[in-house]
């Protein structure tokens, strides 16, 4: 009930289209009850008094009966479905809003694929039922109405006798509804599985490629969509079942209106126009009602989705702005971290990092790999909050910052290059939307890319494909250093930024990085000790902790594990 309060909410907003949509409701479910009415004079008049003039005249009644029907459906129809999918543009606009928010442990814990079904299948699903529940309510429940009012008004006696069988149909209806509704939440988060599974495949095509996993894949995929089928065969089951028996249930009160009305027509206390008029109106009741119950079912299956859409716009950011939060302004970009302890799922990553810096100060952070680097500077823009412990930008706690403003002052090259399906201009873009052309050319040549970016067929303009599959792997890194140098941020984050560049470029990247790093204070991780020589303060995280700090002739004097990389590196 709640889930379904939940979907109308969504649909008030659009009330005008639904009103007229409910007007012309009231129009085909009169036009229906008047047809059903009208068999009983018509008859009357044409043969038992002979009326011609009513007969030549009944042909164009009719039609003219069904055109106005028609208007009435059009307007009826359209108006609500046209109703049904704002609401629903609504709804996955919100989903997507509300997903985008979501914490980045939230976004590794539910897979890509997964969330993607809940954007497109289940608020799809959602939508059918929505549609259905107003279509089916007003049209066909106006209907029922209306044909109801001419079996009453005929023969009220009869029309209980018919109707006794409903109380009947309402337990087998809901027992089948509950089981439609149950088996929907099953089947969509089986679809979930598959969409995950192929937006996994063919995200790692090269892989599955090189593997020769093509059969495996193609057989793990055949399991899911078999298991799929195993609730939609269920679910087929469940709503096929439910129109026979219904119609077996109502069957029983049309043999028994045949039997009584029968009787009184042969006894002489109804006439045989008027138990046709009741007759006639029973039949097209029948349509109605049984659509109301079919509907019945498309919402139960519908609120089965609707659920699940529910269950991710109710999902809370787990990082979000504190009610104190403060701007940060003209910031100098001394970061502090004060023993924090951080761990992902209980299993400690960091313990006890203590580190300070001045402004425009190079830190750069070494050591094995899986000790906890990237971790460690993912605190600082809060993509997770440390376990205990706080973190500090110019003295203040970032969680008392407005994350907005926060990452305002963060420039991030992230480890994995991530880039859109977009052209080269526009992944740059995303450092700085309001960039000029001109500002993006600047930026690319301080990042070396603007010679390759010319030579591609359609230069800035190109796109470059699924994370920039359509570029080497230097050239993609060079992209994410160019949009991390338009954003111009008085803190830069370079999380093994140059790995994938030769030499050569490497040297040419870093004295453009070198360039950029003067008033900004930076964090560099790198594996290849040669970029970090310079920097301030060298860090060597190992198992979660600093174990070696200091300039690199500190460090190397010391003999420690700085020493050994170093001498490993440069022997
Ligand atoms: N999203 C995550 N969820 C759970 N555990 C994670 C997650 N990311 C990293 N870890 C774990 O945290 C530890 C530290 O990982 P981190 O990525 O910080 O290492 P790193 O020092 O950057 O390594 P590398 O030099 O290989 O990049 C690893 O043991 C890793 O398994
Ligand atoms: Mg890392």
């Known amino acids: 009930m709640k889930a379904f309060k939940r979907v109308l909410q969504f649909s008030m907003p659009y009330w005008r289209r639904i009103l007229l949509s409910v007007f012309a409701s009231l129009g085909v479910g009169g036009m229906d ?14 043969f038992a008094e002979n009326d011609m003039a009513i007969f030549a005249f009944l042909p164009l009644g009719i039609f003219g009966l069904f055109v106005v029907r028609g208007v009435c459906r059009y307007v009826n129809e359209y108006f609500i479905r046209t109703a049904g999918q704002l609401a629903i543009q609504d709804i996955r606009n919100q989903v997507y809003r509300n ?6 442990r939230f976004h590794n814990n539910n897979p890509t694929g997964t969330l993607m079904s809940r954007l497109l299948n289940d608020v799809l699903v959602m939508q059918e039922g929505v549609a259905s529940v107003i279509t089916g309510l007003f049209r066909d429940g106006f209907g029922a109405l ?13 029309a209980l006798i018919a109707f006794l069988v409903i109380p009947m149909t309402v337990y087998p209806a809901q027992k089948i509804g509950g089981k439609i509704k149950k088996l929907s939440r099953h089947s969509l988060g089986k679809i979930g599985d598959i969409s995950s599974v192929i937006q996994q495949t063919f995200s790692g095509i090269k892989v599955v490629k090189a593997f020769s996993l093509e059969q495996f894949e193609t057989d793990r995929f055949a399991v899911l969509n078999r298991e799929y089928y195993r609730f939609l065969r269920r679910s087929i089951k469940y709503e096929v079942m439910s129109s026979p028996v219904m119609e077996m249930i109502t069957s029983l009160g049309i043999a028994a209106v045949i039997w009584f009305g029968g009787r009184q027509v042969l006894d002489g206390r109804m006439t045989a126009e008027a138990f046709f008029s009741f007759i006639t109106a029973m039949i097209l009741v029948y349509n109605p009602v049984k659509r109301l119950i079919n509907s019945y079912n498309v919402i139960q ?3 089965g989705a609707a659920e699940r859409v529910f269950e991710v716009l109710d999902e809370k ?3 979000v702005d504190s009610p104190d939060a403060v701007q940060l302004e003209n910031v100098l970009g001394c970061v502090e971290l004060r023993n924090v302890n951080f761990a992902y799922e209980g299993e400690s990553v960091l313990r006890n990092i203590s580190l300070q810096t001045r402004k425009g100060e190079v830190v750069a952070f070494v050591g094995p790999s899986g000790g906890g680097k990237t971790t460690l500077v993912s605190l600082i823009p809060r993509f997770y909050d440390a376990t205990s412990g706080t973190v500090l930008i110019d003295g203040i706690d970032v969680r008392k910052l407005r994350l907005d403003s926060l990452m305002r002052q963060i420039a991030l090259v992230d480890q994995e290059t991530i880039l859109f399906n977009d052209s080269v201009e526009n992944n740059i873009r995303y450092g700085k939307p309001r960039a000029t052309t001109d500002d993006i050319r ?12 010319e030579d591609l067929p359609q230069g800035f303009q190109t796109v470059i494909g699924d994370r920039g599959a359509r570029l080497s792997g230097g050239q993609r890194q060079r992209i994410c250093i160019a949009r991390a140098i338009l954003k111009n941020a008085p803190i830069l984050i370079l999380d093994e930024a140059t790995s994938a560049l030769d030499t050569e470029s490497e040297q040419m990247v870093q004295s453009a990085l070198n360039n950029l790093m003067a008033n900004r204070t930076t964090f560099v991780i790198a594996h290849r000790l040669s970029t970090i020589l310079h920097a301030d303060k060298i860090m060597v995280i190992d198992r979660g902790q600093i174990v070696e700090s200091g300039t690199h002739h500190d460090l190397l004097r010391a003999g420690g594990i700085y020493r050994k990389l170093y001498d490993m590196q440069f022997a």
Do not use: C, H, T
Request: glycine share 6%; net charge positive; aromatic share 16%.
């Open 33 to 46: 009850g008047m047809f059903a009415y009208l068999v009983e004079p018509l008859l009357r008049k044409i």
């Open 99 to 104: 997903s985008l928010g979501l914490s980045m």
């Open 146 to 158: 209306f044909l109801l009012g001419v079996i009453f008004w005929r023969n009220w006696q009869l």
């Open 301 to 303: 299956r519908s609120l």
């Open 317 to 319: 950011p787990e990082i």
């Open 442 to 453: 600047e930026a690319a040549r301080a990042a070396f890319a603007l010679d390759f970016i």
